[in-house]
């Protein structure tokens, strides 16, 4: 059975803003929502609600489709170029 303060969705998630907010919040919810089952979705939510830049949502592709590379920016290449023989043959649907 869950403590009760995470039986209330709203203290739930006060909460956790409260955490986030704080210095180190974003690795301490981080944390939370890999170590707790009862923390696990409310804990995501809060970090997916606002990034600080692209690279979370740009590391879901597949990995055939990007590769790392070591040098200034993003660290990404597309690999589509070496896949697809002209750019006539891509398809947007």
Known sequence: ??????????????????????????????????????????ALNVLWRELDSLIPIIALFPAHLLKRVRRPGLGLVCCLQDEVSSDADLHIG
């Open 1 to 42: 059975m869950y403590p009760t303060i995470l039986r209330d969705a709203d203290v739930t998630q006060k909460l956790l803003d409260a955490i986030i907010d704080a210095p180190a919040g974003r690795r301490s919810v981080s944390r939370l929502a890999r170590t707790c089952k009862a923390f696990c979705e409310p």
